[in-house]
């Protein structure tokens, strides 16, 4: 089956830890995604990807960091300087960079994501 | 700053009626508008999406229309079933903050009874 994966599905960490969230795909997309909801609210971008070793900050990326060492694989770190970490945590791809191709948009910005991560700091 | 505005927040709807949920967005350069229904602990999942060039499109009982003079696109859900019962985002791809993205409502949350 072709998707995204993200694990763990909950995760609780005491104030002051670091903790890795994993995204994984397999569709073989370009560019992925890194999005916090928090309730009654829209997701908002966290930090964003468009190829291999290359990332940009999102609206929100004050304590937060990424890597994209491989294609498949996107994973956020959640530091301390992160203050009001507990979130739902979305990861999502897309089939190529967000923008526009020629000077028209392309299909490549359909952006699929994963089940999500609930991250809770005790 | 841009943004997306969604309305209403909560819908409760009787088995078989119709739902319309409203967005509203800032940016007339804005040429996608995907729309996401997300069920409880779950992630969004795409349902339909629209782009710029049409006003109007469907699939089966879910249709969206694009009025792009207005800035404002509607999710139209016909026959609703209780399996329609969930969150719904509407988005808008713009140029925002220095980069081109995806600006998400704040969802409306759909409830179907039987």
């Known amino acids: 089956d072709g998707g995204i994966t993200q694990s763990p599905k909950y995760l609780f960490r005491k104030e002051g830890q670091n903790v890795t969230l994993s995204c994984e795909q397999n569709?073989?997309?370009?560019?992925m995604y890194w999005y916090r909801q928090d309730p009654g609210q829209g997701l908002r971008l966290i930090y964003y990807s468009q190829i291999v070793n290359d990332f940009q900050k999102g609206d929100i990326a004050e304590g937060y960091s990424v890597s994209r060492e491989k294609k498949e694989s996107f994973p956020l770190t959640v530091t301390s300087a992160q203050k009001n970490p507990t979130a739902f945590y979305l990861c999502?791809?897309?089939?190529?960079?967000?923008?526009?191709?020629?000077?028209?948009?392309?299909?490549?910005?359909?952006?699929?994501f994963g089940p999500g991560t609930r991250l809770t700091v005790l | 700053g841009e943004n997306v505005e969604q309305h209403p927040s909560t819908l409760s709807v009787q088995e078989g009626d119709s739902a319309v949920i409203k967005c509203t967005y800032s940016d007339s350069a804005s040429n996608y508008f995907p729309w996401y229904k997300q069920e409880l602990g779950k992630g969004p999942q795409l349902i339909i999406d629209?782009?710029?060039?049409?006003g109007e499109k469907k699939d089966q009982r879910i249709a969206v229309t694009l009025n792009k003079t207005a800035k404002h696109f509607s999710l139209h859900i016909t026959e609703t079933q209780p399996e329609d019962s969930a969150v719904y985002f509407c988005a808008a791809f713009m140029f925002s903050g220095g980069y081109n993205k995806l600006i998400f409502g704040a969802g409306t949350r759909l409830a179907v009874h039987p």
């Open positions: 629209i782009r710029s060039n049409v």
């Open positions: 569709l073989n997309h370009d560019a």
């Open positions: 999502a791809s897309s089939m190529g960079p967000a923008g526009l191709v020629g000077g028209y948009l392309s299909s490549y910005n359909e952006q699929f």
